[in-house]
């Protein structure tokens, strides 16, 4: 699964905090491209599966100020 987010709108730390804070539950891959940070998820825990992602994505937001 794969996340694009865009560096005008959030910051690479509140990503790397998001990853941080998420590492149990898959592994993650960062990579910048351009005007985006690409985050890939490989490895998701079966119980998280169907929500990750758009739990993943809140928590950056919430934490894009950081």
């Not at 865009?6 to 149990?24: R, T, V």
């Not at 690409?38 to 928590?59: G, H, M, R």
Request: glycine residues 4%; charged residues 35%.
């Amino acid at each position: 699964m794969k996340i694009k987010f865009n560096k005008k709108i959030y910051s690479l730390k509140a990503i790397k905090l998001a990853i941080k804070d998420y590492q149990k539950l898959a592994d993650f891959n960062l990579e910048q491209k351009g005007e985006y940070i690409q985050v890939e998820l490989t490895k998701i825990d079966k119980n998280f599966k169907e929500i990750i992602k758009e739990e993943f994505c809140n928590y950056v937001l919430g934490s894009k100020k950081s």
